[in-house]
């Protein structure tokens, strides 16, 4: 592994060769971030007690703003600080949009939310039904993405290689498409 100061010298001269105009740089630059800043979101997330589901959110972010920014980095000063400090105010941002609120995976719960009593066969259907519904809400590729893993029950591999898209662009488009869900969900049975 390389340390701090060699990654950093080789970041900002392909981020360098990218604002002059080089794509093949560029795009090395990008892949050579990405876990990089996939772990700096990550401890932000642990830190800060957000759902580590978020950190692939905030990543994409992250990327995005990166993306979007270049042209503001100053090319006599590292690059790596710029960065962090980039993914610190993405992971700010993500706090800011969960609020107060605590988390809690409902499979701890799975033995108490039993339905109770008869075969509920009808109750499956309706639920079933309901559950068609609000599917039917969401973005094609959020569908595609929760049919394959959620209803399916394929590997994020699998689905990811029958969707023709990357394990990361699947795992997202599941997280997304689940929170779309919930809040589709919630919005249901307020009225």
Not at 87 to 97: E, F, W
């Amino acid at each position: 592994m390389r340390d701090g100061a060699e990654q950093d010298r080789q970041w900002s001269a392909d981020m360098r060769a990218a604002l002059a105009g080089d794509a093949v740089a560029y795009k090395r630059l990008l892949t050579a971030l990405t876990p990089f800043l996939r772990r700096v979101c990550l401890k932000a997330c642990a830190r800060n007690g957000i759902a580590t589901g978020e950190a692939e959110d905030a990543l994409q972010e992250t990327l995005l703003a990166v993306h979007l920014k270049r042209h503001t980095w100053d090319a006599s000063q590292p690059l790596t600080p710029w960065l962090a400090a980039i993914a610190r105010n993405k992971m700010i941002d993500a706090a800011r949009r969960r609020g107060r609120r605590v988390e809690i995976d409902i499979a701890d719960f799975e033995n108490v939310l039993a339905a109770p009593g008869g075969d509920g066969a009808a109750e499956r259907e309706l639920e079933r039904q309901d559950a068609l519904r609000l599917l039917d809400q969401l973005s094609p590729k959020q569908r595609e993405a929760i049919e394959a893993v959620s209803i399916r029950g394929e590997s994020l591999r699998e689905a990811a290689q029958t969707l023709g898209v990357s394990e990361g662009a699947l795992r997202v488009s599941v997280h997304r498409g689940l929170k779309s869900l919930a809040d589709l969900y919630r919005k249901a049975t307020e009225r």
